[in-house]
Structure formats: structure tokens, C-alpha cells
């Protein structure tokens, strides 16, 4: 079965269980023998036994039924597409995979979806996209793997990726999970850039599904990676659309001596699929990139918006410029400090005209307990929202609506509301304010109930028109869910749209510590990189050798690296904050 437009070709082979991606032009990128596997696990045989039974399905595709082409309506133009549908699992679950082809835009989109046809629930582990290359599997020889595999030489069955049919140099680049997450590029003798402060940290920076590869030439990204050829000036975008089903996760191998390798999935989470119930992964993709052409990665960005309904370039909010209570005072701060910063901007406003006025963390009495404040707000913060707005600027105040300090009121009195792991002990959602701090379970309908009146109150009952979100990853980590059928990004996605319901249109939310692909459309500005610092390496609390090589905490050479490598984004799926000027 064959898919053409002008730029692209699709091929998908049942006898082999693959599919494969060519280009008409010569030396184009390609895509040849492109495996898929679902993982997922079913309850067990015996009664006696206490795992649950696992799964593989979608290496072989048996007795697959296959659509005729059509075409069909999108937000992409019209989409040449195709369905393969293979026998039913023994369990019951029925697999079906869709391909298209968009002529207008020269990308290939596919996903997949699930059906519990069965009688008994199903676990949904990991959905392989893409298995293309050869990943060498753990043994004592020397890192890539074995030493008789030259570039000349293809292990049969394992697929094949090519940004250029000779590579050349290779790259890989890596987007970050989230507002901090360090995104960069990297070349064959690079090592994948992470933390070494393990457990305090990584509940923040990375997901928990996603590989954080310790070897030479191994790299891993979120969303969406390139695979590219510096010597040819080609690359291989692969991807997905949005985040709105699952968090979609990249595996790269590059190096001198082995043809590249690439694997992209979406995290299931080991959401439980109930008989009857459905799950559809967002659409996967793949753009040919022209390393050369000014904005290489237009075509896949551009799609992006318009798969949320979002006009190219952003309409409707403009940058702000303004004044953070944040890198004056910190958590020090209290409302006269604020009526004196909003004074000396009324005298200086001709000069340097300051927009906004935000209250950040500090004027609530513990995080989590939003409405009740600290002593430095004796009267709370609405008087300082009037103040702002008669001021003639924007009132702006800082809230980080789903996380919780371990000893806030709010985790003594409604601990059912946290997220908590598979020894009922509270998730872990790193360390900050120097505790090991707490999530909310969004799946729990009070906790998310609760999420919302703090929004509603800031906005209705105090009169905030300007919202920063901060620490939002926490909805969505690695745990034991009130709901099991959702993964964890379904939940953050759900979290993120009821916040939005709850306080219009009119207000502005800026996203910050968030998963990119599940605010786009919800916020209308993203913090886009680490915290900036007044220091150029990271520092705390008097370390900073140990600290000089993290890659994601707070100081201004990893806030100015995000700021570059995610420039592209800016005005298309939302205005970038690339923090404060200090």
C-alpha cells in the first residue's frame, strides 16, 4: 500500500509489519523498515500469581484489514489517509493505526488508537511510534556495542533512519520537558546533559517516562527531537502534534561508527483501558528539515498551532514589560514593599515604562494555603490589586496552584487530596523551599475543585488580572492516581483547561515549571527556560563548583540557553518569558 503527494511517499508493508517515509528528491532524508510496538498487560493467568501479565502487539500485523485511501478534512488542509486494522489481540483489544499524508505541508502524521473489546481491563505501558536503527542492548563490550558493526554493515529487521543516505557528521536536538528542562543540541562525542542531584530534582526537570542516557552518543528529548546531518545540512523532525492524550518521549544514538538509531513513544503510564473505554494517542509526525533554510522547523511549529486551533503568529497579547517582586525580595517581601517598588514605577514611567505589576511568592502564609496570608499582608493582597490598577497598570500576582508545602494547612487537613505512590506515602515533587515538598491528586474532583477557587478568588474576589502559574509539572508525576484511566498528561491537560475555564479569556496566564505541549492554547505566555540568577554559573547556598555543570537550576547561562534554542516558538504557540532583567 502506497501513499503519494508531491514531496512525500508512504509505504507500509504488511508482510513485514513496517512502514517507511522517501522524499523524490535526491539525497532527501528517509525513513526505510520502521518497526511499532505497543506494550500494554492484561491481569493474570493463574489466581495465584502477583504480576500482571505483559504484553507485546504491533511487531507482526495479523490479519490486517486496510481502508482505500481518502481524504479527509483537517486542520492541516486535506489529509490523503489510510487505516490498518489488525486482528484483535486475544484479550480483546482491537489496535487500529492511521496514516496521512498533508500535500500542503509535506508531513507525515499517524496514530494510534485502542479499543477494550475484551471482557477484562487492560494496562497501557509505552506506544512505539517508531523503532528505526539499531540500539545496541546491555553487554560487557565496549559502548556502542559490538565491535564488528561498521556503517557499511545493517542489522537485519532493525529499521532504518537516514538523514542523508551517506551520513555525515551527525546531531541530535533535544527539547526539555518543561519551562526549566534544558533543550540544546548535541553531536556524536557529546554526553546527554543532566542533573547530579538525583532525587531532590528530577521530580521537577524531567518526566518520568522519558530515558536520561548516561553513554557517549545517547540522547534523549520530549515532544518532539531532530536528528540531523551537519555535513549534509539535512534532519529528520520526529514527533507529536500535542500532549493532550500522552507525553511523547525520544531515544537517539549517534555516533562514528554505527548508523544513527531513533525511537519515539507515547507514555501510557500503565493507564488501566476498561472493557469498552477507547484510547487514541495525539498525532505523531515527521518533517524533513532543511538545517539551512532560516527557520528549519516552521513547517512542524506552524502545525502545532493550528492542531490547537491557534493562529500563526499569536494574535491578541502583546509582550509585557513590568516589575516582579521575585529577584528584589523573594520570599521577604510584604505590601508595603510592594506600594513602594508600585511608587517609584508612577515616577519613572516615562523613562521605563513598566506594564505590569506582579506579586510573587511571599505573601501567603504557607504554599498551599493560598488564602490566608503572611504577616507582611495584613489586609491580603486586594488593596495592593486596587492600588495597581488605579496606578494605571496591570495587577499581577504569582500562585503555584498544584503543589503543596509539606507542612501547609492544606496537607494536614485534606491529605486524601495528594498524589501519593504505590506505598501510599506522598509523591516526592522535589525539593524546593527547602522541603521535599507535596502534589495535589487532580484526579481527586475537591483538589481540582480547590485549584479552581483559588484562581476564582484571585480574579473575582481580589481582582488579579494577570496570573503567573508556577510549579505546575506537579500535576503531573509518577504516581498512583484517584483515577487510573487517565496518563499523566490527560490529567495535567484536564487540570490546565478547567484553571482557563475558570478565569475566561480575559485574563492572562503565564505558564511557568509546565510541560510545554500540554499549555499550548491554554496560557498565553510560557517561561521558556531556567530562572535567570545574578550569577552566570548555579549556585546555592554557597556550593557552586559541584553545582557549575547543572544544566537546568536558576542562573543566567541556563536561562540564556533556553531563551536561544526556543526562540522559534515565540508567537506561535504563545508569547516567551525568558524571565527577568536584574
Not at 35 to 50: D, E, G, I, R, S
Not at 151 to 177: C, D, E, M, Y
Not at 484 to 509: F, H, N, S, W, Y
Request: charged fraction near 20%; include cysteine.
Amino acid at each position: 500500500m502506497n501513499l503519494k503527494t508531491s514531496t512525500l511517499q508512504l509505504t507500509l508493508n504488511s508482510s513485514t509489519s513496517t512502514w517507511s517515509l522517501h522524499s523524490p528528491q535526491k539525497d532527501a532524508p528517509y525513513l526505510d523498515g520502521v518497526k511499532m510496538c505497543l506494550h500494554y498487560q492484561t491481569k493474570p493467568n493463574a489466581w495465584y500469581a502477583v504480576k500482571k501479565k505483559s504484553h507485546q502487539a504491533l511487531e507482526t500485523w495479523k490479519k490486517v484489514q486496510i481502508t482505500a485511501p481518502e481524504d479527509v478534512p483537517s486542520p492541516h488542509g486535506s489529509l490523503r489517509q489510510v487505516t490498518l486494522t489488525p486482528a484483535p489481540e486475544r484479550c480483546g483489544l482491537q489496535i487500529a493505526l492511521t496514516f496521512a499524508l498533508s500535500e500542503e505541508h509535506s508531513l507525515l502524521l499517524w496514530k494510534v488508537r485502542l479499543e477494550n473489546q475484551g471482557e477484562s481491563p487492560v494496562w497501557v505501558d509505552k506506544i512505539e511510534m517508531l523503532k528505526a536503527g539499531f540500539f545496541p542492548k546491555k553487554t560487557l563490550l565496549p559502548e556502542p556495542g559490538p565491535v564488528t558493526l561498521k556503517r557499511n554493515t545493517i542489522p537485519a529487521g532493525q529499521g532504518v533512519i537516514r538523514p542523508h543516505p551517506s551520513p555525515g557528521k551527525l546531531g541530535f536536538f533535544s527539547n526539555g520537558w518543561q519551562s526549566w528542562s534544558r533543550t540544546g543540541s548535541y553531536g556524536a562525542k557529546n554526553f546527554y546533559r543532566q542533573t547530579r542531584l538525583g532525587f531532590l530534582v528530577s521530580p521537577m526537570w524531567y518526566n518520568a517516562g522519558t530515558p536520561r542516557p548516561k553513554h557517549l552518543g545517547y540522547f534523549a528529548s520530549d515532544m518532539f527531537g531532530v536528528l540531523g546531518d551537519r555535513q549534509h545540512r539535512a534532519g529528520i523532525l520526529a514527533g507529536f502534534l500535542s500532549q493532550k492524550e500522552h507525553f511523547g518521549s525520544l531515544h537517539a544514538r549517534i555516533n562514528e561508527r554505527l548508523y544513527p538509531a531513533l525511537r519515539l513513544w507515547a507514555n501510557g503510564d500503565h493507564a488501566r483501558l476498561d472493557p469498552g473505554a477507547y484510547m487514541t494517542t495525539d498525532w505523531a509526525v515527521i518533517q524533513f528539515v532543511n538545517i539551512d533554510d532560516p527557520d528549519p522547523l516552521k513547517p512542524y511549529l506552524n502545525a502545532v498551532a493550528r492542531e490547537h486551533g491557534l493562529q500563526s503568529p499569536v494574535s491578541g497579547l502583546q509582550s509585557s514589560t513590568g516589575w516582579c517582586s521575585w529577584y528584589d525580595y523573594f520570599q521577604n517581601i510584604t505590601a508595603e514593599d510592594v506600594r513602594a517598588n508600585l511608587q517609584t514605577a508612577q515616577k519613572i514611567k516615562d523613562a521605563v515604562p513598566l506594564n505590569v505589576i506582579q506579586i510573587d511568592d511571599g505573601f501567603e502564609k504557607e504554599i498551599g494555603d493560598w488564602l490566608t496570608f503572611a504577616p507582611g499582608f495584613p489586609n491580603g493582597v486586594k488593596p495592593l490589586a486596587d492600588e495597581i490598577k488605579q496606578a494605571g497598570c496591570v495587577s499581577g500576582l504569582w500562585l503555584a496552584p498544584f503543589i503543596v508545602h509539606r507542612k501547609s494547612k492544606l496537607a494536614r487537613k485534606n491529605p486524601q487530596w495528594l498524589l501519593r505512590n504505590r506505598w501510599r506515602l506522598p509523591v516526592n515533587a522535589g525539593f524546593v523551599w527547602n522541603t521535599f515538598t507535596r502534589a495535589l491528586d487532580l484526579t481527586h474532583p475537591s483538589a481540582l475543585e480547590h485549584a479552581k477557587k483559588v484562581l476564582r478568588t484571585a480574579v473575582e474576589d481580589w481582582g488579579f488580572t494577570y496570573l503567573k502559574l508556577d510549579f505546575l509539572y506537579a500535576a503531573a508525576l509518577r504516581g498512583k492516581y484517584q483515577d487510573p484511566t487517565k496518563t499523566r498528561a490527560q490529567v495535567l491537560r484536564q487540570g490546565l483547561e478547567a484553571l482557563r475555564e475558570t478565569v475566561g479569556d480575559d485574563i492572562t496566564l503565564l505558564g511557568c515549571g509546565v510541560p510545554l505541549g500540554s499549555a499550548i492554547g491554554l496560557v498565553d505566555a510560557m517561561r521558556i527556560g531556567a530562572d535567570v540568577a545574578p550569577e552566570w554559573h548555579p549556585s546555592f547556598a554557597g556550593f557552586k563548583a559541584i553545582l557549575r555543570a547543572e544544566p537546568n537550576m536558576p542562573s543566567a547561562r541556563n536561562a540564556l540557553q533556553n531563551t536561544i534554542t526556543r526562540a522559534n516558538l515565540h508567537n506561535r504557540w504563545w508569547v516567551n518569558d525568558p524571565d527577568c532583567l536584574l
